[in-house]
């Protein structure tokens, strides 16, 4: 918490003092307009009249103008524009009823013109100066406070000297209990080189880290660049990590959405800074006409995906949104935080399973959703290669069923959520998304209406994802397990898989695929170390890091299409549509599913395998021994 001011002054008692400096003002007016003299003396009854109606009006409008409700020891620049206007309409109405008074014969001896500006300028210091002077017997009432609360605190250099840098050492200056002392910025910025902001100086260039943390002794280094890119952000942790510096970021641009900044919330840097690009824009006004005042149904709503999905479209003020999961536990839970982050929207939660055709038909007869998003399936890949039919049913069938009762009930849009693992699979998983995107695309061309799939990596912090599974390892003393030393993945976060979604739903016209441009794959096991080093161990001494082998269904790398095939830009740089050939459409997609479900039913893994790799496009199924459930990629 902040501190409590030493100097806390109530508003009755400005009041009190306003009154006599309203007096004071346009009896100065009078006197500096007219010397102390006889003028002043045959003026005087006038300046009294004056001063009855100031005394009347000028708090009145100060009061209107909310002068009496404002805690002055936090004032800022806004406060001082509110002044200059309350202090101005403050003078103009009592000019006008000074005048309407003379008019009237009020006034027999009239008074000088000029005393109405003079009047003003007066009030203007005044009234300024007085909440002025609170402010800095405030913040010079905390000095002592400061000092005794900085003893033996943590000196920090400041990576970034923009808005959010400036905002951290206001905070670190103001909460001495943080135990932080701001000693230097560095920043690349040639203008602000040698400059100081609030008291403290930019002391050089980003390459120049070290150097500035020594000439200022520095115990911790932050990052508060919430936008930086990837290549910021490995350069100062590994300058930091090369002298043991503890070093901590702020949230990223996504995390900030809705919520105010302060350094209660740095956190340690994890392993999705590391990864940051530059950040996908959105282009509001696609999800807006989408997503505003319609009705929006999101399948597997209870998981990582389906919930950010939730979050960002109820930002879009949609009529009614409707949260459509098996979990009971998972949909009571994204209930409760929309409820709370936006109590106006009409959420309808949905407890049933996208498998039992009926249900679903009659969910979308009732709900008729204008736009569906398409989270629910699947996606585990060593679970899948032992629960082939469970695959075949939820991503298969399930597919099926949603897009069909859509179909049925007249829905606009659909986005179908894919995966990269459906690029020539060799995983059921992999297999089962890619016959999803088909039955998508074939509704599309069907129905001449906009239902799309958008295909992306793997997504950082998602349930079953590796970082939550490193992190459990390193808490258990290791060690950690990678599949292969080569294993490489392109990576991005939640909120960006959930903009890219949300971008392709209004841009989408029918069938599209679309999928991100997501920079270059990272390796895991660099992945592994860094965030060993990052929880302050060292990997192979403290944390021991074990090859495991790859396990069915994966490949050492990944690809976001397949060789050879076209594709074409779209309005949004950093997303690409896809120009597939050669799917199965029309009878002969349907007859490959009813032979799936078929056999799904029946328990042949073996003949699942087979179709899937005679139907689906670069398929190599069931080519590996059983999967080891206890690595991670």
Same mark, same amino acid.
């Given at each position: 918490?902040?501190?409590?001011?030493?100097?806390?002054?109530?508003?009755?008692?400005?009041?009190?003092?306003?009154?006599?400096?309203?007096?004071?003002?346009?009896?100065?007016?009078?006197?500096?307009?007219?010397?102390?003299?006889?003028?002043?003396?045959?003026?005087?009854?006038?300046?009294?009249?004056?001063?009855?109606?100031?005394?009347?009006?000028?708090?009145?409008?100060?009061?209107?103008?909310?002068?009496?409700?404002?805690?002055?020891?936090?004032?800022?620049?806004?406060?001082?524009?509110?002044?200059?206007?309350?202090?101005?309409?403050?003078?103009?109405?009592?000019?006008?009823?000074?005048?309407?008074?003379?008019?009237?014969?009020?006034?027999?001896?009239?008074?000088?013109?000029?005393?109405?500006?003079?009047?003003?300028?007066?009030?203007?210091?005044?009234?300024?100066?007085?909440?002025?002077?609170?402010?800095?017997?405030?913040?010079?009432?905390?000095?002592?406070?400061?000092?005794?609360?900085?003893?033996?605190?943590?000196?920090?250099?400041?990576v970034g000297a923009g808005d959010a840098g400036v905002l951290v050492v206001r905070e670190m200056q103001r909460n001495p209990q943080l135990h932080m002392l701001p000693v230097g910025f560095v920043d690349d910025d040639k203008e602000k080189i040698d400059k100081e902001i609030h008291g403290v100086p930019v002391a050089g260039r980003l390459e120049e880290l070290l150097s500035v943390v020594d000439k200022y002794y520095a115990h911790e280094v932050v990052i508060a660049i919430p936008t930086a890119p990837g290549h910021v952000v490995r350069l100062v942790t590994h300058l930091c990590r090369s002298r043991d510096i503890p070093f901590r970021t702020m949230p990223g641009m996504y995390e900030l959405i809705g919520g105010s900044l302060s350094v209660s919330r740095l956190r340690n840097v994890?392993?999705?800074?590391?990864?940051?690009?530059?950040?996908?824009?959105?282009?509001?006004?696609?999800?807006?006409?989408?997503?505003?005042?319609?009705?929006?149904?999101?399948?597997?709503?209870?998981?990582?995906?389906?919930?950010?999905?939730?979050?960002?479209?109820?930002?879009?003020?949609?009529?009614?949104?409707?949260?459509?999961?098996?979990?009971?536990?998972?949909?009571?839970?994204?209930?409760?935080?929309?409820?709370?982050?936006?109590?106006?929207?009409?959420?309808?939660?949905?407890?049933?399973?996208?498998?039992?055709?009926?249900?679903?038909?009659?969910?979308?007869?009732?709900?008729?959703?204008?736009?569906?998003?398409?989270?629910?399936?699947?996606?585990?890949?060593?679970?899948?290669?032992?629960?082939?039919?469970?695959?075949?049913?939820?991503?298969?069938?399930?597919?099926?069923?949603?897009?069909?009762?859509?179909?049925?009930?007249?829905?606009?849009?659909?986005?179908?959520?894919?995966?990269?693992?459906?690029?020539?699979?060799?995983?059921?998983?992999?297999?089962?998304?890619?016959?999803?995107?088909?039955?998508?695309?074939?509704?599309?061309?069907?129905?001449?209406?906009?239902?799309?799939?958008?295909?992306?990596?793997?997504?950082?912090?998602?349930?079953?994802?590796?970082?939550?599974?490193?992190?459990?390892?390193?808490?258990?003393?290791?060690?950690?397990?990678?599949?292969?030393?080569?294993?490489?993945?392109?990576?991005?976060?939640?909120?960006?898989?959930?903009?890219?979604?949300?971008?392709?739903?209004?841009?989408?016209?029918?069938?599209?695929?679309?999928?991100?441009?997501?920079?270059?794959?990272?390796?895991?096991?660099?992945?592994?170390?860094? /965030?060993? =080093? +990052?929880?302050?161990?060292?990997?192979? &001494?403290? *944390?021991?890091?074990?090859?495991?082998?790859?396990? %069915? #269904?994966?490949?050492?790398?990944?690809?976001?299409?397949?060789?050879?095939?076209?594709?074409?830009?779209?309005?949004?740089?950093?997303?690409?549509?896809?120009?597939?050939?050669?799917?199965?459409?029309?009878?002969?997609?349907?007859?490959?599913?009813?032979? /799936?479900? =078929? +056999?799904?039913?029946?328990?042949?893994? &073996?003949? *699942?395998?087979?179709?899937?790799?005679?139907?689906? %496009? #670069?398929?190599?199924?069931?080519?590996?021994?059983?999967?080891?459930?206890?690595?991670?990629?």
């Amino acid at each position: 918490m902040r501190p409590k001011p030493i100097l806390q002054i109530r508003n009755r008692y400005l009041l009190a003092v306003d009154l006599f400096l309203i007096v004071t003002s346009v009896l100065a007016s009078f006197a500096l307009r007219l010397e102390l003299g006889n003028a002043f003396m045959y003026y005087l009854p006038s300046a009294w009249i004056m001063a009855i109606a100031a005394l009347v009006i000028k708090p009145t409008v100060y009061y209107l103008f909310g002068l009496y409700r404002r805690y002055w020891v936090y004032a800022s620049i806004r406060e001082m524009r509110l002044i200059l206007f309350a202090t101005l309409s403050a003078s103009a109405s009592v000019a006008i009823v000074v005048l309407l008074v003379y008019a009237a014969g009020g006034m027999p001896r009239g008074f000088p013109r000029s005393v109405i500006g003079i009047d003003w300028l007066l009030s203007l210091f005044s009234v300024g100066g007085l909440r002025i002077i609170v402010r800095v017997l405030s913040e010079s009432g905390q000095v002592s406070q400061k000092s005794d609360g900085l003893a033996g605190a943590r000196r920090v250099v400041i990576v970034g000297a923009g808005d959010a840098g400036v905002l951290v050492v206001r905070e670190m200056q103001r909460n001495p209990q943080l135990h932080m002392l701001p000693v230097g910025f560095v920043d690349d910025d040639k203008e602000k080189i040698d400059k100081e902001i609030h008291g403290v100086p930019v002391a050089g260039r980003l390459e120049e880290l070290l150097s500035v943390v020594d000439k200022y002794y520095a115990h911790e280094v932050v990052i508060a660049i919430p936008t930086a890119p990837g290549h910021v952000v490995r350069l100062v942790t590994h300058l930091c990590r090369s002298r043991d510096i503890p070093f901590r970021t702020m949230p990223g641009m996504y995390e900030l959405i809705g919520g105010s900044l302060s350094v209660s919330r740095l956190r340690n840097v994890d392993i999705s800074d590391l990864l940051r690009r530059e950040p996908v824009w959105i282009d509001d006004d696609s999800p807006t006409r989408v997503l505003r005042g319609k009705r929006i149904l999101v399948t597997g709503a209870g998981g990582s995906i389906g919930l950010e999905l939730c979050r960002q479209i109820a930002r879009w003020g949609p009529a009614q949104l409707a949260l459509l999961g098996h979990g009971e536990n998972s949909i009571f839970d994204a209930l409760l935080e929309l409820r709370e982050d936006h109590p106006n929207l009409p959420l309808v939660p949905i407890i049933a399973d996208i498998r039992d055709v009926d249900r679903i038909h009659d969910v979308l007869s009732s709900f008729r959703p204008e736009a569906i998003f398409h989270a629910a399936a699947h996606k585990h890949v060593p679970l899948m290669e032992l629960n082939i039919e469970e695959a075949v049913t939820n991503n298969v069938l399930g597919t099926k069923s949603v897009v069909e009762a859509a179909l049925a009930c007249g829905t606009e849009r659909l986005v179908l959520i894919s995966t990269d693992k459906a690029v020539q699979p060799k995983s059921v998983m992999g297999a089962t998304k890619r016959m999803a995107e088909m039955i998508v695309r074939d509704a599309a061309d069907r129905s001449g209406r906009p239902f799309v799939s958008v295909r992306f990596g793997n997504v950082l912090g998602s349930r079953g994802s590796i970082v939550p599974i490193f992190k459990r390892q390193i808490a258990h003393g290791g060690p950690v397990t990678v599949t292969h030393p080569e294993m490489r993945r392109y990576f991005m976060t939640i909120p960006e898989a959930v903009h890219l979604v949300l971008q392709a739903a209004g841009m989408g016209v029918g069938g599209e695929l679309f999928v991100l441009r997501m920079g270059d794959q990272v390796r895991i096991l660099d992945l592994a170390e860094d /965030l060993i =080093r +990052l929880s302050g161990f060292k990997p192979g &001494e403290d *944390i021991e890091i074990v090859f495991t082998g790859i396990r %069915p #269904g994966e490949k050492l790398s990944e690809s976001l299409w397949d060789e050879g095939l076209d594709y074409r830009p779209t309005e949004h740089a950093d997303i690409v549509c896809l120009e597939e050939n050669g799917q199965l459409v029309g009878e002969a997609l349907d007859a490959a599913i009813d032979e /799936l479900v =078929r +056999l799904a039913h029946e328990g042949d893994k &073996e003949a *699942i395998l087979g179709l899937l790799n005679e139907r689906v %496009p #670069g398929s190599i199924l069931g080519q590996a021994p059983p999967p080891d459930l206890t690595s991670v990629l």
